[in-house]
C-alpha cells in the first residue's frame, strides 16, 4: 500500500521553513543547506530525511507541496511537537493571526495594513488597535507583531519619530518591537530617537524590570555610537552605565542573558575610548562568560552569549579569531547545526551564523 501524502499550502509551508530555521539559526537556501538539515534531523530524531526530499519540499519551485505524511510527522517531532497535525494546527493559527492586521504572507506585492497606516502617518487607528494587546498576549503573537512593526518602520520613507513619539508606551510596540524585534544594527530610520523614547518611558527606579530595561536600551545605543566613532556619546553613556550605575554580579542576576552580557562585553567598548584595549578586564570576562555558558540551559541563551562576546571582540582581531577557535573547541555542540562551509568565512560572515537576534532573519542577512 502506497505511504499517503498530503497537500500542503505554499503559505504553510514558508511558516514550516520559517519555524525550522529559527530552530537550526541558518536560513535553508541552497543543496548544502538541505544536507545539513538531514544530518540535523538524524541526530535529533534519530530519523531520516533525505537531502533531495527536503529540498523538493522548501526549494525547488516546481514542487506540488505533497510530502509524505511520515516525513512532515518527523520535522514535528524535530520542532517538539507531537505530530504534523498538531503542528499543522499552530502554524495555522499563527498565519490567522497575520490577517488580522492586513498581512499577506507569500504576496509580497501588497503592503500589510499595519505598513500602510505608519507609511502614510495614519497613526489614531494604528495606536487604537495597537492598544487591544496586552503584556498577557502570547510571545508568539507577539514576535509577528514586532516584525511587520518591524519591516513597516524599516521600510518607511519618512520619519519614524512620530511612531516613536506616540507609540513608545504601548505594551506590545515596547516588547513585541522594541525587546524581541530589537536593532542592534541600527538599519530603522531615527532609532536613536526611539529608543530615547523607550528610556523616558522607564519607571520604578529601584525595579529589576528598570534596570534591565535601562541596561537593555543603553546597552544598544553605546554600541552604535562606538561604530559611528562618536566618542562623546560613548563616554556619555558609558558613564551612566558603567560608573553612575556600576552594576555588580548581584545586581543582574535577575536579568535575562541579553542585556546581562551586553552590558559586561560593551565595558570594553567603553574602555576602548578610553585608553584602548583592556586585556585585565578581557581575562575577567572571558571566564565569567565561560561559567555563564556553563550555568545556562537553553541552547539559544548560551549561542547569546558567545556571539556577543565574539562580535564585541571586533575591536581586537586576533584575540576574536583565537577565541573563536577556543570556544568551538571548548563548546562543539554549539556549532554542530552550522554547515561546515561557515568556518571558511571571514568572520565577520561566521558571527551572522551565531547571531540569534530575531531581526537577522527578516533583514535578510544570511
Not at 1 to 23: D, G
Not at 246 to 266: M, Q, S
Request: include cysteine; charge should be neutral.
Amino acid at each position: 500500500m502506497p505511504k499517503p501524502k498530503y497537500r500542503i499550502s505554499r503559505l504553510l509551508l514558508t511558516a514550516l521553513k520559517w519555524k525550522i530555521e529559527e530552530l537550526i539559526f541558518f536560513k535553508i537556501s541552497n543543496k548544502a543547506d538541505c544536507k545539513r538539515l538531514s544530518e540535523i534531523i538524524l541526530l535529533k530524531t534519530n530519523k531520516i530525511i533525505s537531502e533531495s526530499t527536503l529540498y523538493r519540499l522548501f526549494l525547488w519551485d516546481g514542487n506540488q507541496s505533497a510530502p509524505y505524511i511520515h516525513t512532515l510527522d518527523i520535522l514535528a517531532e524535530f520542532l517538539d511537537v507531537k505530530n504534523w497535525s498538531e503542528l499543522e494546527s499552530y502554524l495555522n493559527g499563527l498565519q490567522n493571526f497575520k490577517f488580522l492586521f492586513g498581512v499577506y504572507p507569500i504576496e509580497q506585492q501588497y503592503q500589510s495594513l499595519l505598513s500602510i497606516n505608519i507609511h502614510q502617518g495614519s497613526l489614531r487607528p494604528l495606536y487604537n488597535f495597537l492598544e487591544q494587546f496586552s503584556s498577557e498576549l502570547a510571545f508568539e503573537k507577539k514576535i509577528i507583531l514586532g516584525e511587520e512593526i518591524y519591516l513597516a518602520l524599516k521600510s518607511n520613507p519618512n520619519s519614524n519619530i512620530e511612531f516613536f513619539k506616540q507609540f513608545h508606551s504601548l505594551p506590545i510596540v515596547r516588547q513585541g518591537f522594541f525587546e524581541i524585534l530589537a536593532d542592534p544594527e541600527f538599519k530603522i530610520k531615527d532609532y536613536e530617537v526611539g529608543l530615547s523614547y523607550y528610556l523616558k518611558n522607564l519607571k520604578n527606579e529601584n525595579s529589576i524590570n528598570y534596570l534591565q530595561d535601562f541596561v537593555f536600551a543603553n546597552s544598544l545605543l553605546i554600541r552604535f555610537y562606538f561604530l559611528k566613532k562618536n566618542k562623546d556619546k560613548v563616554l556619555e553613556i558609558g558613564k551612566l552605565l558603567y560608573v553612575n550605575c556600576n552594576l555588580n554580579e548581584n545586581d543582574l542576576k535577575g536579568f535575562y542573558v541579553y542585556p546581562k552580557i551586553r552590558y559586561y562585553a560593551y565595558k570594553l567598548l567603553y574602555s576602548f575610548v578610553i585608553e584602548g584595549f583592556d586585556y585585565q578586564y578581557w581575562e575577567w570576562l572571558y571566564e565569567y562568560s565561560i561559567q555563564l555558558i556553563n550555568s545556562l540551559e537553553p541552547l539559544i541563551e548560551k549561542r547569546i552569549v558567545i556571539h556577543t562576546l565574539l562580535e564585541t571582540l571586533h575591536i581586537n582581531p586576533s584575540l576574536q579569531e583565537k577565541t573563536f577557535n577556543e570556544l568551538m573547541i571548548s563548546f562543539p555542540f554549539i556549532f554542530t547545526f552550522y554547515p561546515s562551509y561557515i568556518f571558511k568565512l571571514p568572520m565577520k560572515e561566521r558571527l551572522k551564523f551565531l547571531d540569534t537576534n530575531s531581526a537577522k532573519f527578516i533583514n535578510g542577512t544570511l
